[in-house]
């Protein structure tokens, strides 16, 4: 089976995607629906061994950069894996996830916007590709332009084509319609 990593900048909707993949919870091997169960990071050392240990099942790991970089040896060694990164590589992204981040109360860093500038190189596919030794043909990215929108049908079919599952499109897309409307007013 797949490991599925979902990368995302902070504030770009990458628990509510793990919480989408993760509506088929039969067919995955993740025994928690919520967005930040406890505080700290979203990926667990915990979740990472079961990756190696049960790679005969579905697994998703998900959090920032940093975290999935914090166990890059343990990542590079699993076999079958495919990222998913939410990106924000251009001006429409990085206006909108701004303008999230804002509504959210995050602060710029005083030496510069940290957010806008090298964050955006760490959702790339080629960071991927090169440091958790992952094929490109594995790699998808979600255009946060394309994600912070109330109907995300396109999405779902390219998820669906990329992981070779069967999400229910009308029942994701209501889930979906909660977040976009709790997150955008």
Known sequence: MTTIIIVFPPAAGGNHLKNIIA????????????????PGNNLQIEHVKEALTNPQATNILHGHFGEIMSYQNQIRSIKDKKFIIICNDNSHDHRLLSERRKQLGYVAF?????????????????????????SMENIMNIP??????????????????????????????????????NNFK
């Open 23 to 38: 509506s088929d919870i039969s067919k995955l091997n993740y025994n928690s629906l919520t967005v930040h169960q406890t």
């Open 110 to 134: 005083k030496n510069g916007d940290y957010f806008e500038g090298e964050q955006v190189f760490l959702y790339e596919p080629f960071m991927y590709h090169h440091y958790f030794g992952v």
């Open 144 to 181: 946060i332009s394309e994600w912070f929108v109330d109907d995300i049908t396109s999405i779902i079919n390219k998820i669906n084509y990329f992981l070779k599952i069967n999400l229910d499109i009308v029942a994701v897309n209501k889930l979906h319609k909660i977040w976009y409307r």
